[in-house]
């Protein structure tokens, strides 16, 4: 099994540790505890283990004699000191750590055996380690320097070593707190750990973990304390768990820190002669010896706890006992700790040896179990002889020392009940089982005497409860055992009212009043038991039968005992369906319908006798109350009964003003003004009346609406003036004119309205009359108004050049019937297009303009300007470059020409070029190439290119120019 790889990081951390340990002071010396206060080594963290684990206890005792006192037999280990370790001591007989035999060890000050070398190290590491052999009952900063901090003893036999820490205090010199632990190791032999095993652990009280060194505080807290077993390679270990801090909590052997006190008195012991993958739980117990003995009636609680050395595993307790009777389990916890409780209370047929076991099976692979024999010794004291009595019941108490057992047991013992639970000496049969009470009272000796007292009880009689019943006398059989209470017995025997015989059933019809009893006899020492039925037998009454009555709404009043069915009984009472009382008569045309009930009284259980008189009345006829309407031609139709108050009946009929049937629709463009009647008949009881409603209703004339439009066509923008041409009775206000172009107006006599836009217009006008009839006329196609002429136009080609000067005119709008053109102010000709030759003279411009006019006579005119592009080049002939700013400079003047198609070249009589440039406005300054001297007085040639404006052709000209100094 080879851990190494993932315990790197603890052996890392170990080997620091023993780095910095290694320049440290003796622990004897003068600095040693200035030293250990500077300098706290940080805790280790716990080891992380994933599943493998090389040792496994084997077996494990109670603290019954776990502890051995150190006695005469036993040397101290070493004198007061802190952190340091006893002389090495030699071991007759091998003690074998997981697959290495020892036969010398060292005792350290701080609680661990190692074999090799001494560790003086007090802040502990968990396991596994590889810097560390050793065996660690409790691996923490023992200091006993104080006059009480304790001592360390050891014994050595020929098979085993005894090292005690007895009530050792802290680091630094701490005893508010003192640890009592013990270690034994030996050959796997000595019977003194049993079973196989050859390491055991031993606890008294645990009060502290950790030192100041170790960065406690008062004993608890910092790097925690450490118990289990190490190989020093990282592998083979066993860890019990680690403890910083007070408290009996535990949540395993690699969980969180744990309590110190839960190793209070704890026993645990195991085996480090083991290699293998998985390893069996470890027995530990505080109640539990390999023997005990037990007096019979005496509780005894036995617990024992499986410890699970794996990471995560689950341990399951079991225990049997085939032997004893009463072996009971009152808990069991499976888990990483798991926790096993039984109680057993020996009876008289245990006494004997019997043989129990405890067994922890974990969840490894393969699973493994580890097992606790248990011998049971079960004896008894002296006896006492055993009484028994017979009881009611439902007697009183009786005294189970006095009434049962007698005299001859002696008095201040205790006793138990049949289930083994403690009793009184009082037996209560209502609240006590028979059976038998076991008696123990302490004489002398181990065990307590024990006599029995049984008890047996006896049924007593029961003839019930008494009860009451009150009958009528028109009833039906009744079963008066039926009536009572608390399930009597049914062997007893009946008497009537009257003293006679009587079988039990009562007749109301014949039987009368009076209290029948009921008898049964018991059996010794019960005594009979009596029940009495009170009965009372009443008269019953009859009300009558029912009926139902219906009467018109202007019937006369009603008496209504004579109309129910049947004879009914007088003197009862009526209600009404309201539930209130009533006279016990009725008028049709203002009572409330429905169910009246007549009620006759009786004494109970005789029921009141009801029957029902149901009266409807038929309503007469109803056409509501008259209504009126009015209304306007044009308006929609509309339900004439609503119009009527007073809520009508629903079953009349309509007719028009002149008789005629009508739907009881009004449809104002179709009707007559005047009145409609709504009729109502009556029906059933009331088909002797009639009743009518009228609806008044007024039709009035919508507008006969008519306007004229002036003028109703034009160009934009047009103003039009509308006229309202409506008859005047028929126009009120207001009159709402749409004009068509998303604008509105008001007016009823006359409007003006301007169209901003060409466009054919609908015109709608809306007239409310006086009396409040709105119609409206739309006219379609009312205004038309086209657009205002445009004289715009183009010419081609613009501008004219001498080549090309004949420009053609094109008037652009199509609507005018008129175009009138001009050239310079005089008329030209006429028509949409015209065309004219002109002079191509430098500088000629001509003004042309066009007259246009549409058929309602909206005109408009434009001129331009029209030009003839001449280019034009001047070029002089002769320039002084003398400097004094005149005519310095020899420059060809242009006129609309294209700068940049210019071209100016300089040449002399020979040919030679001696200026050039395609600037226009570089001129040459009679130097060559515009630098150096001017040149000799003479004639020069020049030659220029240009292309004119307009002209697709470029030009050359080429002259000459004199050059005077």
Known sequence: MNKGIRLLTSFSLIALAFSALAQNPPPDSPGYDAWKTSVVLAPLPPPVDEGEVAEAPVGSRSNCDCWVPPDATYTLAMGPNDDSSSPQIALPFNFFLYGTNYNSVYINNNGNLSFGSSYGTYSAAGFPSA????????????????????????????????????????????????????????????????????????????????????????????????????????????????????????????????????????????????????????????????????????????????????????????????????????SNTPGLTADITVDFTPLPADIGYHTVSFTGTDDGTPNLSSSLNVVIHVIQGGAIPPGSLTVCDNGPAVDLLADVLGPAAAAGGNWTDPSGAAHSSTYNPSTDAPGDYLYAVLLGGNCASLGTATITEVAHAWAGNNVAGVYCSDGVPVDLFGLLGGAPQATGVWTSAVGQAFSGTLDPTMDGTGNYTYVVTGAAPCPNDTAVVAITVNQYVDAGLPNAMTLCEDATPLNMLASLNGSPTPGGIWTAPNGTQ????????????????????????????????????????????????????????????????????????????????????????????????????????????????????????????????????????????????????????????????????AGCVDVTHIYQDPGSYHVRLKVTTPAGCTDELLRYNVVLVDPAPVATFRMSPDPGTPGNSTIFFTAEDDHPVYYGWSIDGVPYTTGQQANHWFNATLGSEHLICLDVYDRYGCADTLCRTVEIIVPSIFVENAFTPDGDGINDKFLPHLLDIIPAEHVFQVFDRWGGLIFSSEDPTEGWDGRANNSGDILQQGVYVWRLEALPRYQADKLEFIGSVTLIK
Request: charged content about 10%.
């Open 582 to 745: 009533w006279g016990g008569s009725w008028l049709a045309s203002i009572d409330p319908q429905g169910i009246f009930t007549y009620t006759v009284t009786s004494a109970l259980p005789c029921l009141d006798h009801s029957t029902t008189l149901t009266v409807a009345m038929d309503p007469a006829p109803w056409a509501g109350d008259d209504g009126t309407i009015t209304k306007c031609a044009n308006d929609g139709s509309v339900t004439l009964f609503p119009l009527l108050g007073g809520g009508p009946d629903a079953d009349g009929y309509w007719e028009d003003p002149t008789h005629a049937s009508n739907p009881g629709t009004l449809i104002p463009h179709t009707e007559l003004s005047g009145n409609y009647a709504y009729i109502v008949l009556g029906t059933a009881t009331c088909a002797h009346l009639i009743d009518t409603a009228l609806v008044a209703a007024l039709i009035n004339p919508l507008p006969r609406i008519a306007f004229v439009a002036d003028p109703d066509s034009g160009c934009h923008p047009l103003q039009v003036r509308f006229t309202n041409t409506t008859p005047v009775e028929d126009v009120g206000d207001p009159c709402l004119w749409n004009f068509g172009d998303g604008q509105f107006g």
């Open 131 to 330: 810097s560390y052999v050793m065996v660690a009952p409790f691996w923490g900063d023992v200091d006993t320097r104080p006059a009480n901090g304790g001592q360390v003893w050891y014994k050595v036999t020929p098979t085993a070593l005894f090292v005690n820490w007895v009530a050792v205090g802290y680091y630094g010199m701490q005893t508010d707190k003192l640890n009592s632990f013990q270690v034994i190791i030996t050959n796997g032999v000595d019977p003194v750990v049993p079973n196989g095993a050859n390491v055991s652990f031993c606890y008294q009280d645990m009060q502290w973990t950790t030192g100041a060194a170790s960065g406690g505080v008062g004993g608890f807290g910092g790097t925690p304390a450490t118990v289990g077993a190490n190989k020093g390679d990282g592998v083979n270990y066993m860890q019990f768990g680690r403890f910083d801090h007070a408290g009996v909590d535990y949540d395993g052997p690699f969980g969180i820190a744990d309590g110190v006190s839960w190793l209070d008195y704890k026993y645990l012991s195991f085996t480090t002669n083991q290699t293998q993958a998985n390893v069996p739980p470890v027995i530990t117990s505080q109640s539990v010896c390999d023997s005990m003995t037990l007096c019979v009636g005496e509780l005894a609680t036995l617990s024992v706890t499986f410890l699970s050395p794996e990471p995560a595993q689950i341990t399951t307790a079991t225990t049997s006992a085939p032997t004893l009777s009463n072996w009971n389990v009152t």
